[in-house]
């Protein structure tokens, strides 16, 4: 069924003067309203201009917010700052993420959503009265929710920053929209933020640890250790890793796990192929077959709780809970030092570079940019013979001498 438009435009010229008109379509009984001038609802609106409107998205615009405020076919209520806010973040909900993904699909993802919903929810909203117009916020009403949220101490500079920011993206997309005025500023100065940097093990706590690993460790968090030192491969990726990725000495590394985005592309958005030891890939395997739970998905690192999926929390749990047992650390210096199952990442950018040309490392950690990609979409049989090098030569000699 086609919709018809709400509004059609026309335009008049007179003595080099440009005058745009609107005819009005009647939801209710598809009537169209005598010719309004464009610039007489500009007026009535409130936004004061002298300058004539010369483009059609402007009056397209304008046409739009006589229609949302109600001033065609009768005034509708107000709309709350609480209200807007609370939709904007909802998945099922927002126009702004239907926009977005319906122009570029998979640009934006539930979990990139939920998280802001979820900081919304229970940090901004509570602190905004229901009352409040959307048309009625002020940069100083916003500052003080910012300096609210850093007087009570709960949560980092960086996490108020992503708040403050997915306000003032909502307050931008009603500029946008013409439910704001443009002449308003919404955007709030970002906290300064000191990054803590990812702490890595030294290489004799390395050792020390897969060896501990390799005799009396899990066998699924070795194996995942033990790929994410050697490929660098981020947990999500571990997660989606599936038999089928896996070849004979080589990764296919082409989806990540998320909760709620379920599978999807890799942080990058491209494929990318990754050299791993015959010995490890055959490992690999049969974790995959040894799932008592088998699925469609045949995971490689799958749950015990029904075989699928692990949770987004679990190589980090396991990983530091393995470092304590190991005696290698204590729990307190993992924290202090932030060492996580993510520095294993880092480790393998850090031992592999030096001895893999960069850009074939950068497409091999997965770090390249789109340019990168473009430029290295299937490594050379040279790039991965150096990489296997680079791993056998700085990598592998620092764990157990029977692990090849």
Request: with cysteine; proline share 3%.
């Amino acid at each position: 069924m086609i919709t018809s438009s709400p509004f059609t435009l026309c335009r008049i010229t007179q003595s080099e003067r440009t005058y745009w008109y609107a005819l009005f379509r009647n939801p209710e009984t598809g009537e169209r309203t005598n010719k309004k001038s464009v610039e007489k609802i500009r007026k009535d609106l409130g936004i004061v201009s002298s300058i004539p409107i010369k483009r059609r998205d402007e009056a397209i615009l304008i046409c739009q917010k006589a229609l949302d405020e109600g001033y065609i076919f009768g005034k509708k209520e107000p709309l709350s700052f609480y209200s807007y806010l609370k939709r904007f973040f909802d998945w099922e909900e927002s126009p702004y993420v239907q926009r977005r993904n319906l122009l570029d699909p998979g640009s934006i993802s539930k979990d990139y959503i939920a998280t802001r919903e979820n900081l919304i929810s229970n940090h901004i909203l509570p602190r905004i009265h229901t009352n409040l117009l959307l048309s009625a916020v002020t940069l100083n009403q916003l500052e003080q929710i910012q300096l609210d949220l850093v007087k009570e101490g709960r949560l980092a500079s960086s996490t108020i920053n992503i708040c403050m920011g997915a306000v003032s993206l909502a307050l931008n997309e009603a500029q946008r929209r013409g439910l704001l005025s443009t002449h308003t500023i919404h955007t709030v100065q970002s906290l300064k933020n000191t990054h803590r940097m990812r702490g890595i093990l030294s290489e004799t706590e390395l050792k020390t640890f897969m060896q501990f690993m390799k005799k009396e460790g899990e066998e699924r968090i070795y194996l995942a250790c033990l790929l994410s030192l050697l490929t660098g491969m981020r947990s999500g990726e571990l997660r989606a890793l599936q038999f089928t990725s896996v070849g004979e000495d080589l990764i296919t590394v082409d989806q990540a796990y998320a909760d709620r985005a379920g599978l999807k592309v890799p942080k990058g958005k491209k494929t990318r192929y990754v050299p791993c030891p015959a010995f490890l890939c055959e490992m690999l395997k049969n974790l995959s077959i040894s799932n008592p739970n088998p699925n469609a998905y045949h995971l490689v690192f799958w749950s015990k709780r029904g075989g699928r999926f692990v949770s987004s929390h679990y190589f980090s749990e396991r990983f530091q809970q393995e470092l304590v047992r190991s005696k290698v650390l204590e729990m307190e210096e993992i924290k202090e030092r932030n060492i996580t199952f993510h520095s294993l990442r880092h480790m393998a950018n850090t031992l592999l570079r030096g001895s893999v040309d960069e850009h074939v490392l950068r497409m091999t950690i997965g770090h390249s940019s789109e340019q990168l990609s473009d430029l290295y979409t299937h490594l050379s049989q040279r790039g991965l013979k150096s990489v296997v090098l680079a791993q056998q030569n700085n990598i592998l000699p620092l764990l157990d001498e029977d692990t090849v």
